[in-house]
Structures are given as structure tokens and as C-alpha cells.
């Protein structure tokens, strides 16, 4: 059993209404604030695997680290992944947020409500 959280950053109006649309629901989840308990690059090569994206999908460009670091001329491609991953592993305000990992192993970038119940749903058909 995979188990239910929800990175966030609580500063992300979006990260606020998805706990609330959980809260809402009943879910029982663990919330991760990943700002703080950063991810390590293991940890983050499982979540890209859950999610079924690449480091690039997940990456937040318009924030000042991707321009400092300049990632939008970075190559999105196999050769470069674990130069994404380090980069987001280091920087951990580059990983867009929120991101619910459901219990059946999946995850989703819950930045809509829709996004957020179909997390919600492939919870409950878990257990």
C-alpha cells in the first residue's frame, strides 16, 4: 500500500484548495511540504515514474532558479534527465506543485479540482 500525499508549498493557492478539496472529501493523506523535507534525486526519479512525465514536464521555468540556471535552453531529452533531476533536487521551488502520489502507485499534478478527485479516485479503488 502506496498511501496518499500531497506535496506542497503553502504558499500555492492551488496547494490550499487542493488539501481543502481532500479535507472536503474525507481522504485521509499525509501533506509533504517538499520546500522543507526536500526530495532527493532518487525519491524524485520514482515520483517522474509514477507520474509517468518527464523532469521537464514538472519543472517550473518562470521561477528565478530556472532563469539563473537558464533551463529553457537545457535539451529535453534522455541524455539530459539527470541534469533536470539534479536541478530540481536542488532547487526544490522548480518542482510544480501540488503533486498527489494515490495509493495505487500513480501520482498527479493536482492543479485542478479534476485533477485532484482523479487522485481522489484512484485512492478509494485501491483499498
Known amino acids: 500500500m502506496w498511501g496518499m500525499e500531497i506535496w506542497i508549498n503553502p504558499a500555492c493557492s492551488k496547494c ?3 488539501v ?3 479535507d472536503a472529501e474525507g481522504a485521509g493523506y499525509t501533506v509533504r511540504r517538499y520546500l522543507e523535507d526536500v526530495p532527493g534525486e532518487d525519491e524524485i526519479r520514482t515520483l517522474l515514474d509514477r507520474l509517468g512525465l518527464e523532469p521537464w514536464d514538472i519543472t517550473r521555468t518562470q ?3 530556472a532563469k539563473e540556471l537558464g533551463l529553457k535552453d537545457w535539451p529535453r531529452e534522455e541524455a539530459a ?3 533536470w533531476i539534479a536541478a530540481l533536487a536542488g532547487h526544490p521551488k522548480l518542482i510544480q506543485r501540488p503533486i498527489i502520489t494515490a495509493d495505487d502507485g ?3 499534478v493536482a492543479r485542478t479540482e479534476e485533477a485532484v478527485r482523479e487522485a481522489l479516485s484512484r485512492s478509494q479503488t485501491a483499498h
Open 16 to 18: 490550499r484548495s487542493a
Open 20 to 22: 481543502g478539496l481532500l
Open 63 to 65: 521561477e528565478a532558479a
Open 81 to 83: 534527465r539527470e541534469r
Open 106 to 108: 500513480t501520482a498527479v
